[in-house]
């Protein structure tokens, strides 16, 4: 434990504001938001003139509308991709995940939002043989194809393992709980393995 907390107190840490939600946020992915509570609205503009990041992060306690919800404290860094205002008093904003993170110590401001201190979680191991791969890309590769590339970034990379692990998660019917898990893992091999046992239980795969 102590080799544990002299690895975490090396990290670079930084301060972004976090925006709970009742979804998971991978890296990678891209999440649409309708944004109209004053809160979020200034966190929005802030971000987009510095081209800042906040944090996505599943709610434990709470509800997205309202007073501040309890956020998961592993989440999962975002930037605005692009936004638009239609309506009058609504933004809405296509995020992209970056990172994932996790909180040290958190804070609310007046306004009602959390900034949290976070330090940016490593990739983890990511091996390119792991036997679920190919399984799991060729499912992947289907699913996409049905529902259209246009859902995701470019480039698509079924030869990467952390990205089909990530893609999969994304995708696939689960339970948030079960999200945040696979969210909370560092090991791509291990990630992949869990959502592959998923895919065969459920003959989605041979």
């Known amino acids: 434990m102590l080799i544990l907390n002299l690895f975490s107190a090396g990290r670079a840490r930084e301060t972004i504001p976090i925006f709970p939600l009742g979804t998971v946020l991978f890296p990678g992915a891209l999440l649409p938001l309708r944004i109209f509570e004053v809160r979020y609205m200034d966190m929005a503009k802030k971000c987009l003139k510095e081209n800042g990041a906040f944090g996505v992060c599943l709610i434990r306690e709470g509800q997205e509308v309202g007073a501040p919800a309890v956020p998961e404290p592993v989440g999962c860094l975002a930037r605005i991709a692009d936004c638009d205002m239609q309506e009058l008093g609504i933004l809405k904003v296509r995020a992209e995940g970056l990172e994932r993170f996790r909180i040290v110590s958190s804070e609310t401001t007046k306004q009602g939002l959390v900034m949290g201190v976070v330090e940016r979680l490593p990739l983890g191991e990511n091996p390119q043989d792991s036997p679920a791969l190919a399984d799991c890309a060729e499912f992947l590769r289907k699913v996409i194809a049905g529902i259209g590339a ?57």
């Open 150 to 206: 246009g859902r995701f970034l470019d480039p698509l990379r079924y030869e990467d393992a952390a990205w089909v692990s990530f893609r999969l998660a994304e995708i696939l019917p689960l339970k948030n709980e079960a999200k945040q898990k696979l969210l909370e893992l560092d090991d791509a091999a291990v990630r992949l393995s869990v959502l592959h046992r998923f895919l065969r239980e459920q003959k989605l795969i041979a």
